[in-house]
């Protein structure tokens, strides 16, 4: 069994908020299911239905600085539009493009509840080195 990413949470201080930055940034879609104040979220589609993920009301704010736990990896297309999107969206980037060897370009962000998330272009493998 591999030992990949089954499922992601997003805390979220406002939920209406956080889901128009994800739903402008990377077009994914949400559903009320469960609990109050829990949204299912689609990351793909049905040829690439991408991971499992979730979005809750965080029980209390993040304190200035206090990480949030994980960092979730995304895979762009376009790094740079990614990063345009974001802070149009009202995110910030926290680290500009940078180049991992062999891997591929990355930023890493905010989004508008203070979440660190990195967004990855992974290079083709076939072209990679």
């Known amino acids: ?3 990949n990413i089954s499922h992601f949470n997003i805390g979220a201080d406002d939920l209406a908020r956080a889901r128009r930055f994800y ?3 990377f077009g994914w879609r949400f559903e009320a ?3 109050p104040d829990f949204l299912m979220i689609a990351t793909g589609d049905a040829d690439r239905p991408g991971i ?4 809750s009301r965080r029980p209390g704010p993040l304190a200035k600085g206090e990480s949030s736990g994980f960092t979730c990896t995304i895979g762009v297309a ?15 980037i ?6 991992i060897h062999t891997v ?4 890493e962000f905010e989004d508008t509840e203070g979440n660190v998330v990195q967004a990855m272009k992974y290079f083709d493998p076939k072209n990679a080195g």
């Open 52 to 55: 499992h993920g979730s979005m």
């Open 78 to 92: 376009d790094v740079d539009a990614t990063a345009r999107a974001v802070v149009a969206a009202g995110g910030k």
């Open 94 to 99: 926290t680290m500009p493009k940078s180049v």
């Open 1 to 3: 069994m591999p030992n």
């Open 104 to 107: 591929g370009e990355h930023i």
């Open 33 to 35: 299911w469960g609990p």
């Open 23 to 25: 739903e402008t940034v």
